[in-house]
């Protein structure tokens, strides 16, 4: 097939294209549709795991501030336990 041959397709006869502009154009299709899917429905998804994120930085500064400080350290706790939602469970490290 050629690009000339490519350019003589008519839309309106897609059923008797050959295989290959066939194949490319339902590619595109399932393409556009997962892209769709990504913008409408993991959005809300995305935003959220920001937010947590966003709030694990501002746990984790609280922590240090509190550990360089001499403070108890309840709200690094709480930052390590927002931590294991992500990457697991967080194990204690000497310091």
């Known amino acids: 097939m050629t690009l000339d041959d490519i350019r003589r397709l008519n ?6 294209w050959p295989l290959l ?6 590619g ?13 429905d993991w959005r809300d ?10 709030e694990e930085i501002k746990l984790r500064g609280i922590c240090v501030q509190k550990s360089q400080g ?17 990457w697991g469970p967080v194990e204690a490290t000497a310091q």
């Open 28 to 40: 595109v299709l399932f393409f556009l549709i997962v892209l769709a899917g990504a913008f409408f």
């Open 11 to 16: 839309i309106r006869e897609a059923g008797n």
């Open 21 to 26: 502009p066939k194949i490319m154009i339902l």
């Open 45 to 54: 998804q995305f935003e959220a795991l920001d937010k947590a994120q966003d």
């Open 70 to 86: 001499g403070q108890p350290r309840s709200l690094c706790a709480a930052a390590q336990g927002n931590r294991a939602i992500f």
